[in-house]
């Protein structure tokens, strides 16, 4: 069951982190609007990360017979949603910055695609869908990670100010990036979760 209500909650802050986005973006609704949308967001990628860790657990012990590599994919996926729910369990609370967790989340995508790979053969529909949403994690995470490479930490205190022509460039391109690895990474990841639940019945 935490299966289930983790993976429609992860489907609620997807839409609720995209719908503020664009909102912001494109300009069609008020701060007073947005900035709930987003604190929604943090809130509800903070418990369906904490109850998506027993799924990536069995999921990893299924997925490889309990070898070695299995248990090692289920600490990488564990750390990941455990460092996700803690920073925006943080952020729900206006503790730290509003992107520390695309870090994680990409470390997340990389195991997205292990496992999905690991079930090429017998689940194709996991494996089709699980490249992307696993690829779109890791452009989150990049986007974030070129920006941080380029300006250092002070991109956690606010926007960029008076970037050189190179960060410009930097700064678009990572928020094109973004934007794009967003729809099939955040919006992907639910509906991987919810179809991956046909290996749940598998011997561990």
């Given at each position: 069951m935490?299966?289930?209500?983790g993976g429609v909650l992860a489907l609620l802050a997807s839409v609720t982190l995209l719908a503020a986005v664009e909102l912001r973006a494109w300009r069609l609704a008020p701060r007073s609007i947005v900035a709930p949308l987003f604190r929604w967001h943090d809130g509800l990628t903070a418990l369906?990360?904490?109850?998506?860790l027993p799924f990536a657990l069995r999921l990893s012990l299924i997925t490889s017979q309990r070898s070695s590599s299995g248990w090692l994919a289920a600490v990488v996926a564990g750390t990941s949603l455990l460092a996700i729910a803690i920073l925006e369990a943080l952020?729900?609370?206006n503790v730290g910055p509003d992107t520390l967790y695309m870090l994680p989340q990409g470390v997340l995508g990389a195991w997205v695609i292990m496992i999905s790979r690991r079930t090429a053969g017998t689940s194709p529909g996991v494996w089709r869908l699980g490249v992307p949403t696993g690829l779109g994690l890791l452009l989150i995470a990049g986007s974030l990670a070129a920006v941080l490479?380029?300006?250092?930490s002070d991109v956690f205190a606010?926007?960029?100010r008076n970037p050189d022509r190179y960060g410009q460039l930097?700064?678009?391109a990572a928020h094109y990036t973004l934007r794009i690895g967003s729809?099939?990474?955040?919006l992907g990841l639910p509906i991987w979760v919810l179809v991956a639940r046909e290996l749940r019945d598998r011997s561990i």
């Open positions: 935490l299966w289930v209500i369906q990360s904490a109850l998506l952020r729900f609370i490479l380029y300006f250092g606010g926007t960029i930097i700064n678009r729809y099939p990474g955040r």
